[in-house]
């Protein structure tokens, strides 16, 4: 965790990240990567001398609606952002949850730690993950060097893709300080079915119908009766729900489509755009689950196998992208969670809670992923310890 | 383009490689003779030919890692293989090492529509993906031109578009998974079926290395449910100006067509001449606008795209009535290629994006070009994306041509670099613009994607030659001097 009497280097440049990561190569001396600092308390950074803050790297280099695609420096807010596109009539495709309030935190997320932890909302299914939107960049990695990798345009094969190496490594390769993202319009409307009281299992076969369906459904979500008894909804039953988002004409026939094939899970209600909106900021924020005691993972399996999470470990659950995504508050034994995810070929992260954040690897996917670190960061500069590997 | 100078003590063993080869890979899985490794002597840039010591067939992973570990135990240089229809020379045999062709691979797996996926061998085809899942109304979105050569395996190491990538996405938005066999013969699986996987998306970094980190031997790929309908609309323009104005009020207007495709006039007027589609041979630019879903979505959408074109004063606008109707749209713009074939003796095909505000400039700085060079070149174009194909026609017979056309082609690339644009967009680096990586990437940007490759493949047996304009050794490149109170790694070599 946090080191609070670690001193906090705020840089403006890219050059001065570099100089403060080279600098602190040659000392011996390690790092611990901050933008918003919203997700600071998943992955325990150990031993860090001090504290790399991006949060004076905030300015959007270039934003061309017409060409989907905006640049900017990581410690850019995610509110900001959104608001920005909101106004052009886009969007950030991956939906990125904010997540400050979930994990406790006092400040804003920014747009660097949302891809630099690849988090992506209930959007995912359809349109892709953070890592799928993320174009190019530029980064200091560990050896205090700045390098470039991708590109400012939708479509590139030039070189490895770094961005996705980056997206997800939760700034234990390299420090961004650039990044480009692929932005699309906004979909005009949306509307969301709503269906009662299914069990977990039934209400895994109504997400998948609707995923088998052509109805290019955004967003699948369940809460259990207990997960949905808790604020914001505060109901009685389980709720499951299907989003549709698109043109007007476009979303009432996929709509009557859907309703007329989900009739044997029974009743279904719609919500209008304007609840459905809300409704989905609670899924992606997992309001349900917050403010809760207890250890909170969050679990990725086989989205058709999502409903043997809670069978298997108890606990209240949240599922998100038809099941692939499961928040779970549990008090299972770390290890028993760990062991049954990833039976069921997904893994686990501990969101909350005393313990180990990451999946630990193993094998030759461990060493491999060791070499890739002393690829990018020999000497272990940066964020040391935060994916339990050292 | 120069390759790597072959090892000629190495070409010398070959009755040895091939005699260990055949002890791994038993029957008729390693080829030697010299008339049976002439079908691998290229790939789909076939100016370039090379003759390597042996081609291997392995019908296993456990093969495959046999394979590998020999090689790299013996120093012997690998080139994966695919279908061969890679453009950029990915492909293309080194003559001091042997071709790991995957085409016996070529078994779907498991057909998983719980999860909306399909796990299947890397020497399937990328269009029998969709073969074997359209029945149940599904399909396997990207979709090379070459897809009905092209495998997935080669796919994943070129992370291949298709004219449906801007809605769809490329190669990697599609892949959940795969399995690959490193140089050292471990075996790594990388994803699954869930949405994301455990550590370093190393899965992402694999995809589009062009063979050079992994040999991939398995792949779990997202199946789409096909749209209800779908519908082609025929735009033609007075000027390549009006026609991309009009691509950027389509998607200003919050419409992202699932293809939006661009053909300059000698483009029109080859394709036209070659299957008659019905397109407009008397205007500059025409666009090819598919938009998919719903049959209400594709009513509202193409009549917004209609009075789009109309407010550019655009001069043909037609909307496909029928599904035979939408597909003679399409078979122009399908046949784009063969057609330039008619038209020239030969043609060279490039890949570049640029931000497509640029397009006029561009295409009117390479119709400037090509006069300098007296060379014709037609253009084809993913508008919706900025991936551009310009044809260069010249012919091979004629001395000094192959040269004049790879010189605009190299010109081509530069002018989309400056720009803001990249060397290619769908084709990848290759042989073919390896030496132009330098205009995208400094020496420090190249030598850490190069510490990537080190990580994977530290003796630099995996398809080496490609990609890289210059291959560093991996003890070089890791190197690092800490000196107390010293500048930041004053010995780091800086290329």
Same mark, same amino acid.
């Given at each position: ?7 906090? !280097? ?5 050059? !001065? ?17 901050? %933008? ?11 031993? *860090?001398?001090?504290?790399?803050? @991006? ?8 934003? *061309? ?76 990695? %560990? ?29 234990? @390769? ?71 988002? %698109? ?14 094939l989900l009739g044997r899970f029974g009743r279904v209600e719609l919500l209008d755009a304007g609840h459905s909106r809300e409704f ?58 760990? %062991? ?23 094998? +030759? ?18 964020? +040391? ?6 | ?9 190495l070409i010398a063993r070959k009755g040895q490689i091939v005699r260990a080869l055949k002890r791994l890979v038993r029957g008729e ?15 789909? $840039? ?18 495959? /890692? ?60 990328n269009l029998a993906i969709t073969g074997a899942v359209e029945a149940d109304g599904f399909y396997y979105a990207p979709d090379p ?6 495998? #997935? ?78 519908? &082609?609309? $025929? ?6 100006? /009006?026609?991309?104005?009009?691509? &950027? ?35 500059? /630019? ?19 795209? =209609? ?16 599904? &035979? ?40 700085? #390479? ?24 044809? #260069? ?94 500048? =930041? ?7």
């Amino acid at each position: 965790m946090l080191d609070v009497a670690a001193p906090m !280097e705020k840089p403006k440049t890219a050059g !001065e990240v570099a100089q403060i990561v080279a600098d602190a190569g040659s000392a011996g001396r390690k790092l611990e990567i901050v %933008g918003g600092g919203t997700k600071r308390g998943i992955g325990a950074v150990r031993g *860090a001398d001090a504290v790399l803050s @991006l949060v004076s790297l905030a300015k959007v280099i270039d934003y *061309a609606p017409e060409e989907l695609v905006l640049t900017a420096q990581p410690g850019v807010k995610l509110a900001a952002l959104e608001k920005l596109v909101a106004a052009q009539g886009q969007m950030l495709p991956f939906e990125p949850p904010h997540l400050a309030k979930l994990l406790g935190a006092g400040g804003q997320p920014t747009l660097g730690g949302a891809l630099a932890a690849n988090l992506s909302g209930p959007r995912r299914i359809r349109t892709g993950a953070a890592r799928d939107h993320f174009l190019g960049l530029q980064a200091v990695t %560990g050896r205090g060097e700045l390098v470039r990798a991708g590109g400012r345009v939708v479509k590139n094969v030039t070189g490895y893709d770094l961005s996705k190496l980056i997206a997800g490594s939760w700034g234990t @390769l390299a420090v961004l300080t650039e990044v480009t993202i692929k932005v699309l319009p906004a979909p005009r409307t949306e509307v969301t079915l709503l269906m009662f009281g299914l069990d977990d299992r039934r209400a895994g076969e109504a997400m998948t119908a609707a995923l088998r369906a052509p109805a290019e459904v955004s967003g699948t979500a369940h809460l259990p009766a207990a997960t949905a008894s808790r604020p914001p909804l505060g109901g009685e039953m389980a709720v499951t729900a299907i989003r549709l988002e %698109g043109f007007e004409a476009s979303v009432a026939a996929r709509g009557d489509g859907l309703v007329t094939l989900l009739g044997r899970f029974g009743r279904v209600e719609l919500l209008d755009a304007g609840h459905s909106r809300e409704f989905w900021a609670h899924i992606r924020e997992v309001e349900a689950l917050q403010g809760g005691a207890g250890r909170l993972w969050r679990i990725s399996v086989p989205p058709a196998d999502g409903w043997r999470v809670g069978e298997q470990l108890g606990g209240e659950a949240l599922y998100d992208w038809g099941g692939g995504l499961v928040w779970l508050q549990s008090e299972a034994d770390p290890a028993q969670v760990r %062991g049954v995810v990833r039976a069921l070929g997904g893994h686990a992260t501990l969101y909350r809670g005393e313990g180990p954040a990451f999946e630990p690897l193993s094998g +030759p996917l461990a060493t491999l992923t060791a070499r890739v670190k002393a690829a990018f960061d020999p000497l272990g500069v940066l964020n +040391p310890g935060r994916l339990g590997q050292g | 383009m120069k390759m790597p100078l072959p090892d000629a003590a190495l070409i010398a063993r070959k009755g040895q490689i091939v005699r260990a080869l055949k002890r791994l890979v038993r029957g008729e899985g390693v080829v030697g003779d010299p008339a049976g490794l002439v079908p691998f002597e290229s790939d789909g $840039l076939s100016a370039y030919r090379q003759t390597p010591i042996a081609v291997v067939l392995p019908e296993t992973t456990a093969q495959v /890692a046999a394979v590998l570990a020999w090689c790299q135990a013996n120093g012997v240089k690998v080139v994966p293989r695919g279908a061969g229809t890679s453009l950029s020379g990915g492909a293309l045999p080194l003559q001091d090492g042997i071709v790991l062709g995957m085409a016996k691979f070529n078994r779907i797996l498991e057909v998983d529509y719980g999860n909306r996926c399909a796990v299947v061998q890397p020497g399937v085809t990328n269009l029998a993906i969709t073969g074997a899942v359209e029945a149940d109304g599904f399909y396997y979105a990207p979709d090379p031109s070459s897809q009905i050569a092209c495998t #997935i395996g080669g796919n994943v190491a070129e992370n291949s578009g298709g004219v449906h990538c801007l809605k769809y996405g490329l190669t990697t938005n599609n892949l959940l998974g795969c399995e690959i066999v490193l140089m050292s013969g471990e075996v790594v699986r990388l994803g699954g079926k869930g949405f994301d996987a455990a550590g370093y998306d190393l899965m992402g970094v694999v995809t589009g290395s062009e063979g050079l980190l992994g040999v991939v031997t398995e792949v779990t790929v997202r199946l789409l449910t096909k749209p209800q309908t779908a519908r &082609a609309m $025929l735009l033609g323009f007075a000027s390549v100006e /009006a026609a991309g104005a009009t691509v &950027a009020d389509i998607i200003g207007a919050g419409i992202i067509p699932a293809g939006m495709e661009m053909m300059d006039r000698p483009a029109i007027v080859a394709a036209e001449a070659f299957v008659g589609a019905g397109y407009p041979t008397q205007a500059e /630019a025409l666009l090819i606008v598919e938009l998919d879903g719903p049959e209400a979505e594709c009513a509202e959408l193409s009549d917004h795209v =209609a009075d789009l074109a109309k407010t550019r004063g655009a001069t043909t606008i037609r909307a496909s009535q029928s599904e &035979a109707e939408r597909l003679a749209f399409w078979a122009g713009r399908k046949a784009a290629f063969p057609a330039v074939g008619r038209i020239s003796p030969d043609y060279y095909c490039m890949d570049g994006t640029i931000p497509r505000r640029e397009l006029p400039h561009v295409l009117s700085t #390479i119709t400037q070009m090509g006069l300098e060079y007296g060379l014709g070149v037609a253009n084809v174009f993913h508008a919706g994306d900025g991936n551009l194909h310009p044809l #260069i026609l010249y012919d091979a017979d004629k001395p000094g041509q192959l040269e004049a056309a790879e010189a605009f082609g190299a010109d081509i690339l530069k002018l989309c670099v400056a720009v803001g644009g990249v060397l290619t967009g769908e084709h990848g680096v290759g042989v073919e613009k390896r030496d132009l990586m330098g205009e995208m990437f400094s020496d420090v940007d190249l030598a850490c994607q190069q510490r990537v490759k080190c990580a994977f493949d530290p003796d630099l047996l995996l398809n080496p030659g490609k990609v890289f304009p210059r291959l560093h050794r991996c003890a070089e490149l890791g190197r690092v001097h800490v000196h107390r109170g010293a500048t =930041a790694f004053p010995e780091l070599p800086r290329f």
